[in-house]
């Protein structure tokens, strides 16, 4: 079964980003099964203050959420 990367998930292609509910992007939180195995996304997670895409602030809320131990 494939598991989705963060690289799979390029805002580039996507056509909700401007849509997305409370700046959340829900492609990160349907696949994050997935994601929690993937270094980059761990890595995308830890510098989330300096991402320069729209999955900023899933980034952050996720990073917080490590904090308190949600993932």
């Known amino acids: ?27 990160i939180m349907d696949f994050l099964d997935d994601l929690k195995l993937d270094k980059a996304f761990h890595e995308a997670v830890d510098n989330a203050e300096s991402c320069n895409n729209n999955h ?7 990073r917080e959420g490590l904090a308190n131990n949600a993932l």
């Open 1 to 27: 079964m494939y598991k989705y990367k963060y690289a799979d998930l390029d805002c580039d292609y996507c056509l909700y980003c401007k849509k997305y509910e409370f700046g959340i992007c829900p492609y």
């Open 56 to 62: 900023k602030q899933t980034l952050i809320m996720l």
